[in-house]
């Protein structure tokens, strides 16, 4: 998983999914051993991980109030948005990704 740059304008290019985490999450932690498993089924997305400790701005402009939280783009517009703060299992973020329609 790319971690964001910075740069707003990396997101409005692209499928992207950003994964909005920190480091003291435990749920955060949980996702990380499987989510290589879903960057290689849905590898038509760029995956950006989103410290939300250092993007402080960004996760409040994208209104994410609990992590992990994702939030899918395509070319900069939103698609859709798995945004809360309960554990995620693997079940749960394939459902939320095969459900996303995009062009």
């Keep these: 998983m790319n971690k964001f740059s910075g740069n707003e304008g990396d997101l409005n290019q692209g499928l992207n999914i950003l994964v909005f985490t920190a480091d003291w999450c435990g749920d955060c932690k949980f996702i990380k051993p499987f989510m290589p498993l879903v960057e290689k089924e849905y590898s038509q997305f760029n995956f950006i991980e989103i ?4 993007h402080k701005e960004l996760a409040e402009k994208m209104s994410v109030k609990g992590i992990p939280s994702f939030i899918a783009l395509n070319n900069g517009e939103e698609i859709g948005r798995f945004v809360n703060g309960d554990r995620k299992t693997k079940e749960e973020i394939d459902q939320f990704i095969s459900g996303l329609k995009y062009k």
């Excluded at 410290?51 to 250092?54: K, S, V």
């Design 51 to 54: 410290d939300i400790d250092q």
